[in-house]
C-alpha cells in the first residue's frame, strides 16, 4: 500500500479573463480546486535563500499560487522521489494533497504565494520532522 500521493501532485491552470482594464483570475473551491476552501494565507517577504513548509500533511491538501513574482515548491514522496515546480504565473498554481513532503524557497523580492488549504489549521496533523515522515511512509 503506499501512503503517499506524490502520484496526485499536479499543476493547475486557472481561468483568467483580461481586457484593456487589467486581468481577472477566477478560482473556486470544488471546481478549479479539488476540495472546498477552509483556509487561506499568503507568504511574502522572504528571502530566496529561505525554506519556507518543510512539512507534509496528513489531513490538509493545499493549492499554492504565487500570485506575484516567483518561487519554487520541492515536493517528495519520502521513497527517494522528489519533483520541483517552478510558480511563474499568477493564472498557475501546484496542487498538494496529503502525505507529500513540501519545501517552498527561491522567492524572488516580489513574491507572494497565496496559499489554499481544504482544513482549519491543526497543529497536530503536520509532520515537521522530515525523518520521521520517511518513517511512516516505510512503515505503511
Aim: proline content about 4%.
Amino acid at each position: 500500500m503506499i501512503l503517499h500521493n506524490m502520484n496526485k501532485v499536479k499543476m493547475l491552470e486557472f481561468q483568467q479573463r483580461g481586457d484593456e482594464r487589467g486581468h481577472l483570475v477566477i478560482v473556486e473551491g470544488n471546481q478549479d480546486i479539488p476540495f472546498e476552501i477552509k483556509r487561506t494565507f499568503y507568504i511574502y517577504g522572504s528571502d530566496p535563500e529561505v525554506v519556507r513548509g518543510q512539512h507534509a500533511n496528513r489531513e490538509s491538501e493545499f493549492v499554492l499560487i504565487n500570485v506575484a513574482g516567483t518561487s519554487k515548491v520541492r515536493v517528495k514522496d519520502g521513497e527517494g522521489n522528489e519533483a520541483v515546480y517552478c510558480l511563474n504565473r499568477p493564472h498557475t498554481g501546484i496542487y498538494l494533497p496529503t502525505m507529500v513532503w513540501k519545501d517552498m524557497y527561491d522567492f524572488s523580492k516580489d513574491s507572494v504565494l497565496l496559499v489554499l488549504a481544504s482544513t482549519h489549521y491543526d497543529p497536530d496533523e503536520y509532520i515537521r520532522d522530515y525523518d520521521e515522515f520517511v518513517h511512516i511512509i516505510k512503515e505503511n
